[in-house]
């Protein structure tokens, strides 16, 4: 298992779900992690939770939809840890609605996240792994960023485009040292769901859309995202899809 003391994670959407219980399990491992999110409160007081694991742990607030911002972060890991070892590009929206209610405010709310936030990142990041030929870009795509569903075309779109940006960026870099992974979990129990303000699909979640699946916790994604990165440095783990056993 690697030595993960004296190594930096930054994590973006790491004020609950996925990114939380991503930054816990480097955190216990020993390595310096960044939490990056708009709520700093919410970062607060994970860093609070957090501070009693061996890791040293700072907090950041970006808004992903900022270049300069998401530039800041990047910037703030290197002054503070020395280095980037992992950029974990995994703050996402999914505002789910069906496309005859144009609530375009949230399909341009979307792009700008899902998929700008992470060419932000990568942006920010790679010229700094490059020069050091050394480093991990991870992505959430999805489920979604392989199979569209009702009310989804804009949501699985952004994540089609996440993991296509994300296997673009592997082959370009694959003489390089930098490893790429694109992290895509089925259906995860987070907060993701309470941004949707279309009433036709709060109505067709309500009749069961999820019915019979059990929803991953996120530490399984976390697990995922370990996973990756402790791989031998000779070994890219492309994509790893996880889902619910139950999910089909
Ligand atoms: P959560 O809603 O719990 O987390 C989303 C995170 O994204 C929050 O930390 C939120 O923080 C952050 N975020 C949203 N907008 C911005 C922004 N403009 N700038 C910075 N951060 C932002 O949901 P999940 O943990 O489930 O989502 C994490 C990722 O996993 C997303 O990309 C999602 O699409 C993906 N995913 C989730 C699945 C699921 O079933 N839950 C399945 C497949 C993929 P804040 O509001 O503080 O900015």
């Given at each position: 298992?690697?030595?993960?003391?004296?190594?930096?994670?930054?994590?973006?959407?790491?004020?609950?779900?996925?990114?939380?219980?991503?930054?816990?399990?480097?955190?216990?491992?020993?390595?310096?992690?960044?939490?990056?999110?708009?709520?700093?409160?919410?970062?607060?007081?994970?860093?609070?939770?957090?501070?009693?694991?061996?890791?040293?742990?700072?907090?950041?607030?970006?808004?992903?939809?900022?270049?300069?911002?998401?530039?800041?972060?990047?910037?703030?890991?290197?002054?503070?840890?020395?280095?980037?070892?992992?950029?974990?590009?995994?703050?996402?929206?999914?505002?789910?609605?069906?496309?005859?209610?144009?609530?375009?405010?949230?399909?341009?709310?979307?792009?700008?996240?899902?998929?700008?936030?992470?060419?932000?990142?990568?942006?920010?990041?790679?010229?700094?792994?490059?020069?050091?030929?050394?480093?991990?870009?991870?992505?959430?795509?999805?489920?979604?960023?392989?199979?569209?569903?009702?009310?989804?075309?804009?949501?699985?779109?952004?994540?089609?485009?996440?993991?296509?940006?994300?296997?673009?960026?592997?082959?370009?870099?694959?003489k390089s040292n930098v490893r790429t992974t694109t992290i895509s979990p089925g259906v995860v129990e987070t907060e993701?769901?309470?941004?949707?303000?279309?009433?036709?699909?709060?109505?067709?979640?309500?009749?069961?859309?999820?019915?019979?699946?059990?929803?991953?916790?996120?530490?399984?994604?976390?697990?995922?995202?370990?996973?990756?990165?402790?791989?031998?440095?000779?070994?890219?783990?492309?994509?790893?899809?996880?889902?619910?056993?139950?999910?089909?």
């Open positions: 298992m690697a030595n993960w003391k004296g190594k930096s994670v930054v994590i973006t959407g790491a004020s609950s779900g996925i990114g939380e219980a991503t930054a816990e399990r480097f955190v216990k491992e020993g390595a310096n992690v960044v939490l990056a999110a708009r709520r700093e409160d919410k970062l607060t007081e994970i860093q609070d939770r957090l501070q009693q694991y061996s890791g040293d742990i700072k907090i950041k607030s970006t808004d992903v939809t900022s270049q300069q911002e998401v530039e800041d972060l990047i910037q703030f890991v290197i002054d503070e840890f020395n280095q980037v070892d992992v950029l974990f590009n995994n703050a996402g929206l999914m505002p789910l609605s069906f496309m005859k209610n144009t609530k375009v405010d949230e399909w341009d709310q979307m792009v700008d996240v899902n998929i700008k936030g992470v060419l932000y990142g990568i942006a920010a990041v790679l010229p700094h792994m490059l020069e050091r030929n050394e480093g991990h870009i991870l992505t959430t795509s999805s489920i979604a960023g392989h199979e569209v569903m009702p009310s989804g075309a804009v949501y699985c779109g952004t994540k089609f485009a996440a993991r296509v940006i994300m296997e673009g960026l592997s082959k370009e870099i694959a993701l769901l309470d941004t949707i303000s279309d009433e036709d699909v709060k109505s067709m979640l309500k009749e069961g859309f999820f019915e019979g699946i059990t929803s991953l916790d996120s530490a399984d994604i976390g697990d995922a995202v370990y996973y990756a990165v402790n791989q031998p440095k000779n070994v890219d783990v492309s994509e790893i899809i996880v889902k619910p056993t139950n999910q089909g």
